[in-house]
């Protein structure tokens, strides 16, 4: 469903990616895991559409590098960034709505979101703004389902949560699979990233340093030490 290829990013004259090659098939979780400052959140922006960027971003064949963020939403892909981004002085409820892309509901309604998230429903009509972290957490995570997504990139969704609501999120993520979505997760707790993916990149530097599945990544003492312990 998303396939990248020499995927380049720039901040300015900063060049951040150094061409990222990665494939996100339905029904999959895939998780993209590296130290802070090697690039996972830029490339989140970049397949986005929301940083400068060269390369190749097909979503289901359809190239995307050159089109606008708000296109490539319309085309199917969902992005729930790291800073979650609601608005502080609307309720739940209107929340929910603006994740909406027309008019009329997707395939996920509020009472899905309810259901997957119970805390959300009891506070529907609440001001987003005086949700506790976690709350916020799980609004911007139905927000973007609400857009009737194909393909959702979520960065960092378990970061400062308590140890319970990161057990929901992860159990939401699971649920996503489930309903055929696919998922590329940007991670930093590598206990929540073996657990639900199906195969794990690793990122060092702007680059993809190791492909395979959480297995083989527990087994290569090498990658671990080199790229991803402190």
């Known amino acids: 469903m998303l396939q990248v290829r020499d995927l380049h990013a720039y901040y300015g004259k900063s060049h951040v990616l ?18 802070n400052g090697v690039g996972r959140s830029t490339t989140a922006k970049a397949v986005m559409g929301l940083v400068h960027r060269t390369g190749s971003v097909l979503l289901d064949g359809h190239e995307t590098v050159g089109m606008p963020a708000h296109e490539i939403a319309h085309l199917g892909l969902g992005y729930v960034p790291e800073s979650r981004d609601i ?4 309720t739940v409820e209107q929340n929910l709505f603006l994740g ?4 009329q509901p997707g395939r996920w309604t509020y009472a899905d979101m ?4 119970p805390r959300l429903g009891e506070r529907a009509n609440t001001a987003a703004g005086v949700l506790s972290g976690g709350e ?4 911007t995570l139905c927000r973007s389902l609400m857009g ?3 393909v959702i990139i979520i960065d960092e969704p378990t970061e400062g949560l308590a140890p319970m609501i990161v ?12 309903s055929g979505l696919a998922v590329l997760l940007i991670e ?3 206990s929540i990233a073996f657990d639900v993916s199906d195969r794990v990149y690793v990122m060092g530097h702007g680059n993809i340093v190791f492909e395979g599945t959480p297995a083989e990544l527990r087994t290569d003492a090498q990658v671990r030490r080199e790229w991803l312990e402190v």
């Open 188 to 190: 930093q707790k590598l």
């Open 114 to 117: 309810y259901r997957l998230f």
């Open 18 to 35: 150094h061409g990222v090659d990665l494939d996100l098939r339905q029904g999959e979780i895939v998780s993209l895991l590296g130290r």
């Open 167 to 178: 057990q929901l999120v992860a159990d939401f993520l699971v649920q996503l699979r489930e």
């Open 148 to 150: 009737d997504p194909r």
């Open 100 to 103: 909406q892309k027309g008019r």
């Open 87 to 90: 608005f502080p002085g609307m």
């Open 136 to 139: 916020q957490q799980m609004l």
